[in-house]
């Protein structure tokens, strides 16, 4: 199935798309702050460029959006139907990519933790948050 988007739309559509504070990312931050912890962000040091990176702890934490990371089991994440052939391979190579960040990290000696976007939607956020919490200090 083609895409339903021109050329141009679509790209217009990319390049809204943040890879940096993204909404998510900031709610973790602000939470891991206010309860006394500090970070640094995006380290380009360390594979994967980690989103919050706790030396303290040596820990690390990727804030994933779902659909970009490829959250199995998640009602957020649906592969396209339109244009499948540039999607699946794109997804994939994601998946393929945070694996090998996250294991590179973990040979490095640092604890990797992943916090999903879905996980952090109102219902959930606050046991969400406790959780990386007692996870960064254990």
């Known amino acids: 199935m083609a895409d339903n988007l021109t050329k141009e739309d679509r790209h217009y559509n990319m390049t809204r798309i943040k890879s940096e504070n993204t909404k998510p990312e900031e709610i973790v931050r602000k939470y891991l702050f206010s309860n006394g912890f500090r970070y640094n962000m995006n380290d380009k040091r360390l594979p994967g460029k980690p989103d919050i990176v706790l030396k303290k702890y040596k820990t690390v934490v990727f ?50 933790l992943i916090v999903w976007e879905c996980e952090l939607k109102s219902s959930s956020r606050q046991s969400t948050l406790e959780n990386l919490i007692e996870q960064i200090k254990s």
């Open 63 to 112: 804030v994933h959006g779902c659909f970009w990371h490829c959250h199995d089991g998640c009602r957020y994440f649906v592969l396209p139907k339109s244009n499948q052939s540039y999607w699946h391979p794109k997804l994939e190579k994601n998946r393929q990519r945070d694996i090998e960040h996250q294991t590179l990290l973990r040979e490095m000696g640092w604890k990797v």
